[in-house]
């Protein structure tokens, strides 16, 4: 709501210079059409004034008409835009009270100067939100993340406060490659970005577009720029693009959730030859980098919250309750990714046991979902209820795989009716063509749909061992997150969801092959790589990915599979083990039955992962007084 009280008579004065001096009437009508001052008839009835004084005239007189708020939209508009709708300021000195009086000649950017204007900037639709009930309703909006310019040579490790802060990433004229892994808040970065950009009150026109990769229809692919960035019927479009290629440095454009180049505009976006001084950022997973190796660009690592943004979340979501999860360790080496922070704090409360691996994490968000939206206040047989919603959400399972199998997250199909399993979807709407939009369906987030299509896996051990090959192939390799929540679902030591969809006796026979196959598939790559002496490419497949998927499994058997297979000596040397992947590493030494070797020669640690390996030390072999211990910890 905009408290802004304008002079209806404040054109009686600067009026006739507006009729001499206003450019690009084109710009104006457009964001003033944009903003729903103007109709389409009003837009008709002013290009049909033959000269641009009277589409002038015609447009204040039609602003005028319609009161303060127009007014207001008005003014801010030729305040954003007055580059190119006013010209260059006029040189004529004022008097020190900077009255004009009839000898000066009237200086219409003295006089927009005059307002000041301040933007609403209520953007920012979390739908995770929706996850928590009204009591723990909490404003779930940024909090600090680490951002890391210095590549992997620096230290890992979530420090107090961020070097660069969104807004610096604004101001910065470089394109940007936001890289991180899944839910450690590339897209929440990203938000807050469009929410400084339209908080601030730069004076100059500059535009600004977001795209959520994944959301995007097919026809993307063979999208032209106009086509991007015009999805919705414009009358000026063509005005507005030429004033975009004219002054392309006042252009961003955020691809979000980016996996390749194969979409032409976008590639020719990176490559600058569309709109060449426009910024561009890119937000990928780290296995999604590659292609962007060369780019020109500020790479910046995304690496969720730091310890004091833990505390800090959980002080205003668990007050405090907060100490129950600072005392658990294991679940706290997982709250540094910011989405698993969301879920512990979302159903903390439940009655289910405090999860440690990310798997539980879900189990746990699921079933309290289906728990609040089964329109029971308390449901004392959850597993019964489960079970007979199990089709529904084998179905939805199903969907989730084939969108994520297509690298999207519009779910073109429903998969049931059902409201509690619809639960996990949110509205996406998609505009067809330039006059049609439908809306269609996708997962509250993606990894939720990640989960989903693991869990799909599960019930079709044949597509499973498929996925097992396939996802280590470049074409595949999207599959890959999907592995550790299949290894997690397989766990027995987790079986409050998966009892309930598919019989014990099918999930005894997958989990009997599945966490061999799993070992051995990795390991014989990492060999591969290891032979082939290839540079790490910021793939996940390494050791680390393995042990987190171990983890995943709580299978002490397949860690000791896996340690017999790496003859008892696990070297992690100049590897950056965040708080997770040291206590996965934790989790599997402990599990041998020999001393094992642990190389940590060049290991960055953190406070909590150096805490989860002191755990484990008790089957590391030491010879002599050199043991092969020598890590940095960022505190
Ligand atoms: N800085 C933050 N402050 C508060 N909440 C956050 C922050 N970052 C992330 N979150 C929460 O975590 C969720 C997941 O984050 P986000 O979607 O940004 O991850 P992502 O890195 O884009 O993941 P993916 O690679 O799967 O797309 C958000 O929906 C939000 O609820």
Sequence with gaps: MHFFVVNLNIFGQARVHLVRELKNLSVIVENLYQRNVFSDEEVIRIQEEINDYDKIRKILDLVMKKGEAACYEFLRIIDMTRKRTLGTASLTPYDKSGAWTETKTFDLHHWISCYSFKEDTQMDINYLQDLFDDSHKIDLSYTPLVLDTEGSLRTYLPEEKSEISPGDLLKTDKNIVLVGKAGIGKTALTQEMLKVWAESDSKELDYMFYFNMREMTSDFMSMSLEELLFSEPDEFKEEVLADMKKNSDSVTIIFDGITDLSSSVVRRLVEKDLLPDAKIIITCRPDDEEDFF????????????????????????????????????????????????????????????????????????????????????????????????????????????????????????????????????????????????????????????????????????????????????????????????????????????????????????????????????????????????TEDSGSDVDILFLCRCLYESQCPDACIYLLDKLDYCLDLAGEILDPYSSCAVAYVVTQSKKKIQLNLEDVMVSEHGMRCLFGCLKNVQWYGCACVFNCQIAA
């Design 294 to 533: 060369s780019w020109d660009s500020l790479r910046v690592e995304v690496k969720g919250f730091s310890e004091q943004s833990i505390e800090t979340y959980f002080s205003a979501t668990l007050g405090e309750q907060k100490n129950k999860v600072w005392s658990n360790l294991e679940l706290l080496t997982l709250c540094y990714v910011p989405m698993y922070a969301v879920m512990v704090a979302a159903c903390f409360s439940s009655e289910d046991p405090q999860p440690c691996t990310i798997t539980k994490v879900y189990v746990s968000i699921v079933r309290f979902c289906l728990e609040r939206n089964s329109n029971k206040t308390k449901i004392r047989h959850l597993e019964s209820y489960i079970n007979s919603k199990g089709m529904e959400i084998l179905s939805l399972a199903e969907v989730a795989f084939q969108a994520t199998g297509g690298k999207t997250a519009n779910l073109t199909e429903l998969p049931c009716y059902d409201s509690s399993v619809l639960s996990f979807l949110k509205p996406l709407v998609i505009q067809r063509n330039l006059t049609e939009r439908y809306a269609t369906h996708a997962f509250l987030h993606y990894t939720m749909q990640e989960f989903f299509a693991a869990l799909w896996l599960l019930k079709n051990p044949d597509k499973a061992k498929d996925v097992l090959q396939q996802c280590l192939t470049e074409e595949m390799k999207h599959m890959r997150p999907l592995i550790p929540f299949m290894c997690g679902l397989l766990s027995e030591k987790s079986p409050s969801l998966m009892k309930c969809l598919i019989p014990a006796e099918e999930l005894k026979k997958t989990s009997n092959w599945f966490f061999k196959e799993m070992t051995t598939t990795f390991y014989h790559c990492l060999c591969e790589q290891d032979e082939a002496d």
